[in-house]
């Protein structure tokens, strides 16, 4: 899920940071790639609450499949149903497959643990990893790169023989 981010300064630091350590994820599962016997492949997923009902889930699809090929009244009244249903926010997994073998990662999650201290450990506010933001603010792309590298690594010593 995504993180609980409670001000304005962490906000902006995330800003800064996500998208580079995004860039970085990928960059490092493409090198882990090149030198594993697994094979990778991108997903574009939709993310719901836990407790979104399947039916729940079927009906906010279905609706925004509609929401596509609607006239601008029926896109209103189609918002207007949405309105009233949990929204899922989109998620991009990363599909590992060797031999009979699969593992899902979600990239999200991992740029999460990369620009966040101890991302996931509970359900309070996260906190910025400021170590990756140099002096003059901007983002340190040597802490980063070994950070992501890192935790890219351990994703792959993790996968089962």
């Not at 940071?17 to 860039?23: D, G, N």
């Amino acid at each position: 899920m995504p993180p609980k981010i409670t001000n304005s300064v962490t906000w902006q630091q995330a800003e800064l940071l996500m998208q580079p350590a995004f860039i970085r994820v990928v960059d490092n599962i493409r090198k882990q790639l090149d030198e594993s016997a697994w094979k990778g492949t991108y997903q574009d997923v939709l993310v719901w609450a836990a407790d979104t009902s399947d039916e729940t889930k079927a009906i906010v699809t279905q609706l925004l499949q509609e929401m596509e090929g609607a006239t601008p009244e029926q896109s209103d009244l189609i918002r207007q149903s949405l309105a009233n249903l949990p929204t899922p926010h989109p998620g991009y997994h990363l599909c590992l497959q060797r031999q009979d073998r699969q593992v899902t990662v979600d990239l999200w999650e991992l740029c999460y643990k990369v620009c966040f201290l101890d991302y996931g450990t509970g359900d309070q506010a996260v906190k910025i990893d400021t170590d990756l933001i140099d002096e003059t603010g901007d983002v340190d792309w040597l802490r980063l790169e070994a950070k992501t590298k890192k935790l890219v690594e351990q994703v792959f010593a993790s996968l089962p023989e």
